[in-house]
């Protein structure tokens, strides 16, 4: 489908790029200690692009570019804290930023690597699993263009009844969950979240006001489990795998064109 892999190598990321570019503000709960896991040494980074930050700053505590922003006193301390990134989405955020500091071509990026949440674990959620992320940047892109590329990934990987459920992300609009049929379960399933990243994102970024950006996180886990008929994430990932199942599926490969 013609994508770039993004650079996943890194699973600290600071706050910053993790959280404050994408518009989430400093009081949101997904930036609470219960749901994120913030590194002890080094607790802060040490180095992130002035000019940019200051811009950031701004989105959140005034707003511009006919937004109003939260209102709410920006903290660089906040910012700087470190952790084990949440979303691969972080790096969606690296690369977009690098884009913005060239003249204008259009891309389209994915990563599949691990993400870290600090939450209970049970038949479907682990502390620690993998996402994939893929963005398509480009000028006049629209909703129709998002959902035509989930549905020609998800019919390559075998999954062609989907649905689209409105959803909501501090830095999307619109947002929405992506659900798939699991003909085992007789059920629909969540598979991931996608939508139009927001103008407060981008434009402080420096990207063009006429390019549009539509991007996808999904769980690497959900679909598998999915393909394979497999019911506890716990079969599949983590240190209660079965080795037999290991040997004896067959790997899942995508052929080359
Ligand atoms: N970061 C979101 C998540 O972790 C997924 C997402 C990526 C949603 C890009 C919208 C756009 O669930």
Redesign the pocket.
Known sequence: MGFEEMPTNNFVESSFWNFDVLFQPQQHPARDSHDTFFLKVPAYTQTLPEDYLQRVQKIHESGGYGSRGYGYDWKREEAEKNLLRT?T?AV?SRMLYALAQKPFTPKRYFSIDRVFRNEAVDRTHLAEFH?I?GLVCDKGLTLGDLIGVLNDFFSRLGMIKLRFKPAY?P??EP?MEIFSYHEGLKKWVEV????IFRPEMLLPMGLPEDVSVI???LSLERPTMILYGIDNIRDLFGHKVDLNLIKKNPICRLGMQ
Do not use: I, K, L, P
């Open positions: 979303h989405t969606s996402q992320e992300n830095y999307t947002s991931g979240n996608s939508g991007a996808w996180g």
